[in-house]
């Protein structure tokens, strides 16, 4: 099973889907869609996707708030192998 991102530009998904695939967006902290995620029939799941604490790349410790759909498709394949 791949999982994949849907993408941060608040359109609807139009390709096609394979059933190997599974199509993440983002969800926010009240479990809705959050405003820049994609959306439609072709979407599979939401995940958690908006203002997530991680670190920062600069190298002083420090933790940051982003947000995308590229957080939520790594946590929805983390929780199926779970």
Known sequence: MLFI??????????SSNSGDIL???????????ASFSAYGGMLDLLAPGQSITTTHSSGNNAYVT??????SAP????????
């Open 75 to 82: 946590m929805a394949g983390a929780l199926a192998a779970y």
């Open 23 to 33: 199509i993440v967006g983002a969800s926010n902290s009240l479990d809705q869609r």
């Open 5 to 14: 991102s849907s993408g941060n530009y608040n359109a609807e998904l139009c």
């Open 66 to 71: 982003y947000s995308g759909t590229s957080y």
